[in-house]
């Protein structure tokens, strides 16, 4: 079975640049995620998708950072423009359904920098 | 608000230590529990985890007990390998929310 998918892995932009990365979930996983790790924490989660509508952004800083789940399959994060402190591991996650105990599979992540 | 906290690393040992990374956390209720794996240069695995009080998780030879008295779910193994050198992570889940709450992570560096 296919894993996570993520596209690119590494990106470097100037602060207010545009940047968008790209997640593709396990076939059928109803579920989304989009995690940011920042270099030395853990990951903090941005935005949350149960198919394509929004579950929870409450941790998105909405004046920057945009995400879309077109169709509840494919995913895209962006941020516009970007800030120095946007650097770091951006980690898409899917499950195969809300609620219950459900396992989230990780992708392998895109790391950002940010210069 | 809920939160995990674990033992700064890095945490250095010889092959066939025992190991325990230590994690606590604080929640508004009873989550579940998990420990999470990055080895170098991929994605983020489950390792293990425990639904409810006194589970007992286990994997690959590691374990963690979930403590609801200590509010603690700490990591161990009875000995380590090489390939064990990881970054390692513990969190917690509300079912209802699905969404993982991470501690800031162990490196755990195994050496021959």
């Known amino acids: 079975e296919a894993g996570v998918a993520q596209s690119p892995r590494y990106k470097i932009i100037e602060k207010r640049q545009s940047v968008a990365f790209w997640c593709n979930p396990i076939?059928?996983?109803?579920?989304l995620y989009w995690y940011q790790q920042i270099l030395g924490q853990g990951p903090k989660l941005l935005i949350q998708?149960?198919?394509?509508?929004?579950?929870?952004d409450s941790q998105l800083p909405k004046d920057r950072f945009s995400a879309e789940r077109l169709k509840g399959v494919d995913s895209t994060l962006k941020i516009q423009p970007a800030k120095l402190e946007d650097s770091a591991v951006y980690l898409c996650a899917s499950s195969l359904e809300r609620g219950g105990t459900t396992e989230a599979f990780f992708g392998q992540g895109t790391r950002l920098t940010v210069v | 608000g809920n939160s995990v906290t674990q033992m700064e690393g890095p945490v250095t040992l010889s092959e066939e230590a025992f190991l325990t990374i230590n994690c606590t956390y604080t929640?508004?209720?009873?989550?579940?529990l998990f420990w999470y794996v990055q080895y170098p240069g991929e994605g983020l695995q489950l390792l293990l985890k425990a639904t409810k009080a006194d589970d007992k998780g286990s994997n690959k030879g590691f374990e963690a007990t979930y403590r609801k008295e200590t509010t603690s779910f700490h990591l161990e193994k009875g000995s380590v390998q090489v390939s064990d050198s990881a970054v390692y992570f513990c969190a917690l889940r509300f079912n209802a929310g699905n969404m993982l709450t991470f501690g800031g992570g162990t490196r755990l560096m195994v050496k021959p």
């Open positions: 998708f149960q198919n394509n509508g929004v579950v929870d």
């Open positions: 929640a508004t209720g009873y989550p579940s």
């Open positions: 076939s059928g996983h109803a579920t």
